[in-house]
């Protein structure tokens, strides 16, 4: 493990024990995540990926090894980190601004305090001017990109992110993809970003963690060498469609993924 390890998750396992049953979703995970580093886990469904990120954040303990964020061993939740899901979650009776806000409050922080830093960060998604709207005037991308300024107001040092994108449709996850490459490079973070999608995790990364099927296991870790920012041409680049073809090739040579159709088969 390097010592400029953001998060340190050594041999962890986890089972999840219900009715006199087990279910083990995770088996020997290791894995460091460097400070600033953008680092995506891929892998099918039910692989444990979620798991792994609820352990990060201390909202799961481990059934077996360690897991350190900032150096220290997490043993209940953290709170130097901000927390995306792929539901946003906002208060209906609360204005978008005070949604944000909400955060500051639970943490029993001064509000006023965060207003400046709450509208500047609402710009920075494009935000600007619907700070009063409440979340059904808003559609699912903008509740979404308020829940990621949700996330940040507290200046967390970690952004865990579990699948944030996976309810909204093509063009505005394709757009929330470049917008939120964008704030990350203006405000750097430690992200730990979980998607099922493959082209999500090659345009976001630094290093893409593919993981087997369960019990989840880190299958390979590719590292992902393409210039930023990586706007809507980097689809175009041949570092994009290496990088692509070889997770696909993971999940093929697996059985995760199969070549052609089995409709009529």
């Given at each position: 493990?390097?010592?400029?390890?953001?998060?340190?998750?050594?041999?962890?396992?986890?089972?999840?024990?219900?009715?006199?049953?087990?279910?083990?979703?995770?088996?020997?995970?290791?894995?460091?995540?460097?400070?600033?580093?953008?680092v995506s886990i891929v892998g099918p469904s039910g692989c444990?990926?979620?798991?792994?990120?609820?352990?990060?954040?201390?909202?799961?303990?481990?059934?077996?090894?360690?897991?350190?964020?900032?150096?220290?061993?997490?043993?209940?939740?953290?709170?130097?980190?901000?927390?995306?899901?792929?539901?946003?979650?906002?208060?209906?009776?609360?204005?978008?601004?005070?949604?944000?806000?909400?955060?500051?409050?639970?943490?029993?922080?001064?509000?006023?305090?965060?207003?400046?830093?709450?509208?500047?960060?609402?710009?920075?998604?494009?935000?600007?001017?619907?700070?009063?709207?409440?979340p059904y005037e808003l559609s699912g991308g903008m509740r979404?990109?308020?829940?990621?300024?949700?996330?940040?107001?507290?200046?967390?040092?970690?952004?865990?992110?579990?699948?944030?994108?996976?309810?909204?449709?093509?063009?505005?996850?394709?757009?929330?993809?470049?917008?939120?490459?964008?704030?990350?490079?203006?405000?750097?973070?430690?992200?730990?970003?979980?998607?099922?999608?493959?082209?999500?995790?090659?345009?976001?990364?630094?290093?893409?963690?593919?993981?087997?099927?369960?019990?989840?296991?880190?299958?390979?870790?590719?590292?992902?060498?393409?210039?930023?920012?990586?706007?809507?041409?980097?689809?175009?680049?041949?570092?994009?469609?290496?990088?692509?073809?070889?997770?696909?090739?993971?999940?093929?040579?697996?059985g995760i993924l199969k070549r052609g159709s089995i409709l009529?088969?």
């Amino acid at each position: 493990m390097t010592s400029a390890a953001a998060i340190r998750i050594g041999g962890v396992a986890k089972t999840f024990r219900r009715a006199g049953q087990e279910t083990q979703a995770l088996a020997r995970v290791d894995l460091d995540i460097a400070a600033g580093e953008f680092v995506s886990i891929v892998g099918p469904s039910g692989c444990g990926k979620s798991t792994l990120l609820r352990l990060v954040a201390g909202l799961l303990g481990p059934s077996e090894g360690v897991v350190e964020v900032l150096g220290k061993r997490v043993e209940g939740p953290v709170t130097e980190i901000g927390i995306v899901f792929q539901s946003p979650v906002l208060l209906d009776w609360r204005t978008l601004l005070d949604n944000v806000l909400a955060q500051v409050e639970l943490r029993g922080l001064k509000p006023g305090d965060y207003r400046v830093r709450a509208r500047d960060l609402l710009a920075a998604v494009g935000l600007a001017g619907f700070e009063d709207r409440f979340p059904y005037e808003l559609s699912g991308g903008m509740r979404q990109r308020a829940q990621i300024v949700r996330a940040l107001i507290h200046d967390p040092t970690l952004l865990l992110m579990d699948e944030p994108f996976g309810a909204l449709d093509a063009l505005t996850r394709e757009q929330m993809r470049v917008d939120l490459e964008a704030l990350w490079l203006s405000r750097p973070k430690t992200v730990m970003f979980i998607t099922h999608s493959i082209d999500e995790a090659v345009l976001l990364s630094d290093r893409v963690v593919v993981m087997s099927e369960r019990p989840g296991r880190i299958d390979r870790v590719l590292t992902i060498d393409l210039p930023r920012p990586r706007g809507l041409e980097a689809r175009e680049s041949d570092g994009f469609d290496a990088a692509q073809r070889a997770i696909t090739e993971i999940f093929l040579s697996r059985g995760i993924l199969k070549r052609g159709s089995i409709l009529g088969a």
